[in-house]
């Protein structure tokens, strides 16, 4: 490998690294966190639409009560009072 290609990958490296930093979280804790709106939309027994504007809705009235907490946790938060109401 020429010098030019080493370069190549480790900014490549680089940017992939910032740029999932910058997003705060990984690939792996937005499965989570589908499969987790899931969940929550299953409880919901509304239609796909109105239980994602309803799982929204309860997103951004948390994150005012809650602020600065992972999306994972608003949707364990979400899941949590479901279960407990029921």
Do not use: C, H
Not at 16 to 31: D, I, L, M, N, T
Not at 37 to 48: E, G, V
Not at 58 to 82: A, T, V
Request: glycine share 4%; net charge positive; charged share 35%.
């Amino acid at each position: 490998m020429d010098l030019a290609t080493v370069i190549v990958i480790v900014v490549i490296v680089l940017a992939a690294g910032y740029y999932f930093r910058s997003k705060g979280s990984s690939p792996v804790s937005r499965f989570k966190s589908g499969s987790l709106r899931d969940k929550a939309k299953s409880q919901l027994k509304l239609p796909p639409d109105q239980a994602d504007q309803t799982i929204d809705r309860q997103i951004e009235r948390l994150k005012e009560r809650y602020p600065n907490r992972s999306e994972e946790w608003y949707l364990e938060k979400i899941i949590y009072d479901f279960e407990r109401d029921r």
